[in-house]
C-alpha cells in the first residue's frame, strides 16, 4: 500500500448529508469555545494530525484508513463516513459490511478490498469541527461501463434515432483505477481516423459525434475501456428510422438461356420493410413455376433474392428490387444477359521489366479475347492492347474465368483497364480503371543492388498495392 499527498483544496468540501459543518483548516481553531472550555476555562488541546491524501490498493489486500487525534478529551466524538453514508460514531457501527471495522486508533479497516471500496472517507473530530479527506484508489481492471445518451445508460440496450435528428452524442466512461482509455468500434471495425471520417462519424476520447444522421448509421456502437490491467467494452444498438436504403446489387448478370439464374438486392430497413417488391421490366412479379421470391437475412443486412428459371430470351431485361417501408422506399435495377460480365484485377506484380496481372471475368458462355485499355494518368485516351487470351482457366464449379495477361509498359503512372468478349460478344461495360507505377531503370537498378531478397520485397508490396487500390475503386 502506498500513499500519495493530495491537495487539501481539491476535496474539503463537505458532502451532501453530512450532520455537521466542520472548519477544514491544518491548524485548529485559536478561538476559545464555551463547548470546548473543560479545563478550566482555556481552548480544547484537541487536535486531528491525519492530513487529506490519497490510499492506493490492491484487490484482495486489507488497508487502513488513519485518523490519528492528539489529545482527544472526554466528550471528543470520532465521526467515519463513505462519501454521504455514517459509518461509524464514536463505537457505534452503522455499515452492515463485516469487512469495514473501527480499531483502537480510530483507523477505519478493511478487508479484502473490493473495486466498489474505491470512494472518498471522511473522518471527523467533534466539537472541534475538524475532517479529513481520504482517497482510496483500488487497482483493478475497468468495470461498470456505461455509454450515455443524454442522460440515460444505453450500455447493451438498443437506441432508437430519427434520420431527422441532424445531430446525436454517446458519452462513454467506466469506472476503475488507474483511469481507463476508452477506444470505439462501429459494426466490428475500430473507428480509426479515415473510417470514422469515410462513416461521418466524429470521435473525441470518449466521445462518439455524429452531426448529420443517415439510414447508414445504424448499426452496433461498442465502447471498450481499457487499463494496464484489464478491459471491458459494451454495445449499444443504434436503430436509424429512416427509409429504405439498397446497400449492396449487381447491376449486370450474365447467364445463359436454360439456365437457373439469381437476382439479389441487400438492403437496411428501419421500421421494418412493410412491402418487398421485384419487377420485371415493368410486370409486377410473383412466386410461380417461373419466379422465386425468397426474404432472408444475410450477415447483418436484410435480404430479397428473385430466381429465375429456365432462362428464356424474353427474360433478358431489367429486373428491379423495391422495398417500402412507413417512411418511404428505395429501388435498385440489375440487368440480366448473354455478355460476359466484367474484367475484375485480382492479383498483379512487376517482373522481369513486364506487369503481369491476372483478371477474372464470370460468363456461362466460353471466353474467347480479353482486351485491356492503358493511357497515362494525365493521357487524353485509352489505347487498346490487341486482344489474346494467354492462360485461360475455368473455375470449377461455377462460371467464373481466370486469365494472365502480361504487359510492357514505359516507366510512369498507368490507367488500365479491362473487357472481355464470349460467344455472344464483349463486356456490358468496362472494368473501373486501375492506377499502376511502372518502375524506372534506375529504381530497378537500386532494386539489383540491395539483392534479390529486396527486390522480392519490392514487387511484393507493389502486389499489395495494386490490390489495395482496386479494392479501393470499387468501394468508391
Same mark, same amino acid.
Given at each position: 500500500m502506498k500513499t500519495s499527498p493530495h491537495p487539501a483544496s481539491s476535496i474539503s468540501k463537505e458532502r451532501p448529508g453530512d450532520d455537521y459543518d466542520y472548519d477544514d483548516e491544518d491548524e485548529p481553531s485559536r478561538e476559545a469555545r464555551p463547548e470546548n472550555d473543560i479545563n478550566g476555562g482555556g481552548p480544547s488541546r484537541t487536535q486531528l494530525l491525519t492530513?487529506?491524501?490519497?490510499?492506493?490498493?490492491?484487490?484482495?489486500?486489507?488497508?487502513?484508513?488513519?485518523?490519528? /487525534?492528539? =489529545? $482527544?478529551?472526554?466528550?471528543? @466524538? @470520532?465521526?467515519?463516513?463513505?462519501?454521504?453514508?455514517?459509518l461509524f460514531m464514536r463505537n457505534n457501527s452503522f455499515t452492515q459490511d463485516p469487512r469495514v471495522s *473501527?480499531?483502537?486508533? =480510530?483507523? %477505519?479497516? /478493511?478487508? =479484502?478490498?473490493?473495486?466498489?471500496?474505491?470512494? #472518498?472517507?471522511?473522518?471527523?473530530?467533534?466539537?472541534?469541527?475538524k475532517s479529513v479527506f481520504i482517497t482510496l484508489k483500488v487497482k483493478g481492471p475497468p468495470y461498470n461501463i456505461r455509454i450515455t445518451h443524454g442522460n440515460k445508460n444505453y450500455a447493451n440496450q438498443e437506441l432508437e434515432l430519427q434520420e431527422r435528428d441532424r445531430k446525436f452524442i454517446l458519452h462513454c466512461e467506466a469506472s476503475g483505477y488507474p483511469?481507463?482509455?476508452? !477506444?470505439w468500434s462501429f459494426r466490428g471495425k475500430h473507428l480509426t481516423e479515415d473510417y470514422a471520417k469515410h462513416s461521418g462519424i466524429t470521435v473525441r476520447k470518449e466521445f462518439l459525434e455524429i452531426h448529420d444522421v443517415k439510414g447508414h448509421h445504424s448499426g452496433d456502437f461498442e465502447c471498450s475501456a481499457q487499463n494496464v490491467i484489464g478491459t471491458i467494452s459494451a454495445v449499444v444498438a443504434v436503430q436509424i428510422k429512416s427509409s429504405?436504403? #439498397?446497400?449492396?446489387? %449487381?447491376?449486370?448478370? =450474365?447467364?445463359? /438461356?436454360?439456365?437457373n439464374t439469381e437476382v439479389v438486392c441487400l438492403y437496411r430497413s428501419y421500421p421494418e420493410a412493410r412491402k418487398i417488391q421485384w419487377y420485371r421490366g415493368d410486370e409486377l412479379l410473383h412466386n410461380s413455376a417461373k419466379f422465386t421470391i425468397v426474404n432472408d437475412r444475410h450477415n447483418h443486412h436484410e435480404r430479397t433474392r428473385l430466381s429465375i428459371h429456365d432462362v428464356e430470351q424474353k427474360d433478358l431485361v431489367?429486373?428491379?428490387?423495391?422495398?417500402?417501408?412507413?417512411?418511404?422506399?428505395?429501388?435498385a435495377k440489375s440487368i440480366l444477359g448473354l455478355l460476359p460480365g466484367g474484367a475484375h484485377l485480382v492479383h498483379s506484380n512487376f517482373s522481369d521489366g513486364l506487369l503481369h496481372t491476372m483478371w477474372r471475368v464470370r460468363s456461362a458462355q466460353p471466353l474467347s479475347d480479353l482486351q485491356i485499355l492503358y493511357k497515362r494518368t494525365e493521357g487524353p485516351k485509352y489505347i487498346t492492347i490487341e486482344p489474346t487470351l494467354s492462360e485461360q482457366n475455368k473455375e470449377e464449379p461455377g462460371d467464373v474465368w481466370s486469365i494472365r495477361r502480361s504487359l510492357n509498359l514505359p516507366p510512369g503512372e498507368w490507367l488500365i483497364t479491362a473487357r472481355a468478349r464470349n460467344t455472344e460478344g464483349w463486356s456490358?461495360?468496362?472494368?473501373? $480503371?486501375?492506377?499502376?507505377? #511502372?518502375?524506372?531503370?534506375?529504381?530497378?537498378?537500386?532494386?539489383?543492388?540491395?539483392?534479390?531478397?529486396? !527486390?522480392?520485397?519490392?514487387?511484393?508490396?507493389?502486389?499489395?498495392? *495494386?490490390? *489495395?487500390?482496386?479494392?479501393?475503386?470499387?468501394?468508391?
Open positions: 492530513k487529506n491524501h490519497t490510499v492506493e490498493a490492491e484487490l484482495d489486500a486489507t488497508v487502513t484508513l488513519p485518523c490519528r /487525534i492528539q =489529545n $482527544p478529551e472526554p466528550n471528543t @466524538i @470520532i465521526m467515519w463516513y463513505n462519501m454521504s453514508s455514517l *473501527l480499531e483502537q486508533d =480510530n483507523a %477505519v479497516r /478493511i478487508q =479484502n478490498v473490493l473495486a466498489s471500496d474505491d470512494s #472518498i472517507y471522511k473522518c471527523t473530530v467533534l466539537p472541534i469541527k483511469t481507463p482509455a476508452v !477506444t429504405p436504403m #439498397i446497400v449492396k446489387h %449487381v447491376e449486370y448478370i =450474365n447467364t445463359a /438461356i436454360g439456365e431489367d429486373y428491379v428490387c423495391k422495398v417500402e417501408n412507413a417512411l418511404g422506399e428505395s429501388s456490358y461495360a468496362e472494368t473501373v $480503371p486501375f492506377m499502376f507505377q #511502372i518502375p524506372s531503370e534506375v529504381s530497378l537498378e537500386s532494386q539489383r543492388g540491395t539483392g534479390a531478397g529486396a !527486390t522480392a520485397r519490392s514487387s511484393l508490396v507493389m502486389g499489395f498495392s *495494386l490490390l *489495395l487500390v482496386s479494392l479501393l475503386c470499387r468501394l468508391f
